[in-house]
Antibody, heavy 120, light 107 residues
């Protein structure tokens, strides 16, 4: 039974870097038939797809965040990570990690989410 | 980006009612429309993919329909455990985008 769990600081100061990790358990992160995604939801707004990473390190980022986002993957630890640079209050959100099948465009497994507040 | 508009934003219904939530895309997305159910404090759960395909173990009272720009999610006989927020998502083109969500309350 695959499970995803986000972890990281709940509070980040403006202009600093937000760093989150997603730990995958009950299944392999090295599977070639899945991508691993980050999605967030700011208060009062729809869910927003940030981007995804493949087991070999290939990434695809949403254009709106591309200049500030980096994703990485550590298959030996079963983890993938998100960094968002130069954060502002607009980056305050609940951040989710999720998985989507390589040939499809839906998210079949999600983590419970972790709230991140950007404030001094 | 493709904009997704859900309606209503919230609704209240009774156990046993038939409930329909709609989702409209700003351009044609063929059948690439997915639905999720989210309960408080949890991540979204995939209910329906590609407009009308029920995810494994999702009760058959849930169904989806539509094509092009207009889609709907129907719960045929509402149960108390269906109290949740429902999100639509287009998978036609990146960036994948979501509707603003519909909060369903059980009277």
């Amino acid at each position: 039974h695959l499970q995803l769990q986000e972890s990281g600081p709940g509070l980040v100061k403006p202009s600093e870097t937000l760093s989150l990790t997603c730990t995958v358990s009950g299944g392999s992160i090295s599977r070639s038939d899945y991508h691993w995604d980050w999605i967030r939801q700011s208060p009062g707004k729809p869910l927003e797809w940030i981007g995804d990473i493949y087991y070999n390190g290939d990434t695809y980022y949403s254009q709106s965040l591309k200049s500030r986002v980096t994703m990485s993957i550590d298959t030996s630890k079963g983890q993938f990570s998100l960094n968002v640079r130069s954060v502002t209050a607009a980056d305050t959100a609940v951040y989710y990690c999720a998985r989507h099948p390589r040939a499809e465009n839906w998210f079949d497994t999600w983590g419970p989410g972790t709230p991140v507040t950007v404030s001094s | 980006d493709i904009q997704m508009t859900q309606s209503p934003s919230s609704l209240s219904a009774s156990v046993g009612d038939r409930v329909t939530i709609t989702c409209r895309a700003s351009q044609s997305i063929s059948s690439s429309l997915n639905w999720y159910q989210q309960k408080p404090g949890k991540g979204p759960k995939l209910l329906i993919y590609d407009t009308s395909n029920l995810e494994s173990e999702v009760p058959s009272r849930f169904s989806g329909s539509g094509s092009g720009t207009d889609f709907s999610l129907t719960i045929s006989s509402l149960q108390r455990e269906d109290s949740a927020t429902y999100h639509c998502q287009q998978g036609y083109r990146t960036p994948f985008t979501f509707g603003q969500g519909t909060t369903l309350e059980i009277k």
